[in-house]
């Protein structure tokens, strides 16, 4: 039972996270980049402690894949907000 209410939280997950992003204006994307790079941050602490919690092989080899996507999703995250937001810079102010 306990598989069939896990799914059940997935899915109604992935429909509610499509529903509210496809609602977006544009204009709001990068502050919720932003706010996405925070929630990721967070994700990257928690998958440290399970990386280094020692319980067994496969949660050390859980927490270290974590880790690694977790720092991919910050590290790009970053890197778009970043390239978004010079988007909006003049071409004056790039040049110094």
């Not at 992935?14 to 706010?35: D, N, R, W, Y």
């Not at 720092?71 to 390239?83: A, L």
Request: proline content about 2%.
């Amino acid at each position: 039972m306990e598989v069939v209410f896990l799914t059940f939280i997935l899915v109604l997950s992935i429909f509610l996270g499509f529903e509210l992003i496809s609602k977006v204006p544009a204009t709001l994307h990068t502050p919720l980049m932003s706010g996405a790079n925070a929630i990721s941050g967070i994700t990257l602490a928690g998958a440290f402690l399970s990386a280094g919690a020692m319980n067994s092989e496969m949660a050390t080899i859980l927490g270290t894949a974590a880790v690694t996507f977790a720092t991919i999703n910050v590290v790009g995250g970053y890197m778009v907000t970043d390239r978004m937001l010079s988007m909006f810079k003049s071409k004056r102010e790039s040049v110094k």
